[in-house]
């Protein structure tokens, strides 16, 4: 009965590798979201999708792709890792634009060595 | 960018003891949110604000929407050991895709 699941939990990957997070909601939401949580906790958004539309695509290197199938998906795809993209990734989402009433998914914690 | 700044940044407390933590930012925000979050888990909404002035209760917790529209309190009465964790307070600006702007977060550690 997990609201708002991610896979995987951990990635260790190398420098340079291409990685895709699979975020997954059993809600009935129409707006998901991807977040980026760096060492020092700080939570910034990098893109949200209402209805598979790209609603917010906060200045995010274009390395990084997210792709939604369909309203209860939603996919990151992160080509070519640096370091700096080491952090805990974050998935949500709600129902509507209101930004309200965002359900969290448990993380996924990248490092790139 | 919009940046929200919270106090205390981490607090050491008694169990029983009641705590208090703000956010402040430099711009003004339509709804405030609080999240906290547990270690190795997602953020979890405690309270929403969406008027200025208002203030709300959640059980133990209860929260204020500054008259400003620039800041919010946090008040946790009588604290237990489950309340430890670092809480967040998010501005919600209409329009712009009525993204989420997260503050700096405040650890709270109960001592027993």
């Known amino acids: 009965d997990t609201a708002v699941s991610q896979t995987p939990k951990y990635l260790v990957t190398q420098m340079g590798n291409d990685k895709s997070i699979k975020c997954e909601q059993n809600l009935g939401h129409d707006t998901m979201y991807w977040y980026k949580q760096d060492s020092k906790k700080f939570l910034k958004i990098m893109f949200s999708y209402n209805n598979k539309e790209l609603i917010i695509n906060e200045t995010v290197p274009n390395r990084f792709s997210p792709k939604s199938p369909d309203k209860a998906h939603l996919n990151l795809h992160i080509n070519s890792l640096e370091l700096g993209d080491s952090a805990v990734y974050f998935c949500?989402?709600?129902?509507?634009?209101?930004?309200?009433?965002?359900?969290f998914g448990p993380g996924t914690r990248l490092t790139v060595l | 960018g919009q940046q929200l700044n919270q106090s205390p940044q981490s607090m050491f407390i008694q169990e029983g003891e009641d705590v208090s933590m703000n956010c402040t930012s430099s711009?003004?925000?339509?709804?405030w949110l609080w999240y906290k979050q547990d270690p190795g888990e997602g953020p979890v909404l405690l309270i929403a604000?969406?008027?200025?002035?208002e203030l709300t209760s959640n059980g133990r917790l209860t929260a204020q929407f500054g008259i400003t529209r620039k800041d919010s309190f946090l008040n946790i009465s009588a604290s237990i050991p489950s309340d430890v964790g670092i809480y967040f307070c998010a501005g919600i600006l209409t329009g712009g895709g009525n993204k989420l702007t997260f503050g700096t977060g405040t650890q709270l550690k109960v001592e027993l």
């Open positions: 604000l969406y008027k200025a002035g």
């Open positions: 949500a989402s709600s129902q509507g634009l209101a930004g309200v009433g965002q359900f």
């Open positions: 711009s003004i925000f339509n709804t």
